[in-house]
């Protein structure tokens, strides 16, 4: 079997990425664009990436609203990601009027300046890579089975470390100093859910998707 895997999340530069081989962690770094994660690791069986890339034409997708009730009371995590037409605008403004035409929700600013890497990632699932998206918040959720403190705090990012290394997941030095500790740990989730789906123990939100749903991989795995 074929268990190299990455996970994936976005950070200023680029994508903080963690990769896995045979369940253990072979490396910690960030890369500029996900073609270049992948070319350090051809031939990766799944990549978790905390990035939608499988949007609606029109309304809400379902998968929002399930990953906002499976890490209640953290639902602020979870942004409802806009129908796809609004990654066309060329403004946080054109993209909330584009939104409400096809039904919204209207995009925050905070999701209209993560577009150019959801576009990034739509073009790289066309393209054929085995992209899987996940929330860290749920899969830590899961993983660790309660309320976890806010991940930027030291409480927060203490208890990820613990429950990832208790799932053999070993962080080491990360190759750069620009990535923010809690998008690497964000990654190694990321990576622990692809590996749970090269494994085939991998669930997903919603938890009986439909056939649309499942076509469009528009789910979140954990």
Known sequence: MNELVLGLDGYPNGWACVALIDGEVRAA?????ITEAVGRFPGV???GIDMPFAL???GPRAVDGH?????RPR???VFSVPPGPTLAASSHAEAVTIARVHGGPAPSAQCYRLFPKI????????????????HPEVSFRALGGVVLARKRSWNGQRARLNLLEEAGIHLGICEGDDIPADDLLDAAIAAWSARRIVRGEALTLPATPTDQERAANMLVWY
Do not use: H, M
């Open 119 to 134: 576009r990034e990632a739509g073009e790289a699932a066309r393209a054929g890579l085995p992209l899987y998206e996940v």
């Open 75 to 77: 639902t602020s995590s």
């Open 45 to 47: 069986a799944a990549i």
């Open 67 to 71: 990953a906002r009730s499976f890490v």
């Open 56 to 58: 609606t034409a029109f």
């Open 29 to 33: 770094f960030g890369a500029r664009t």
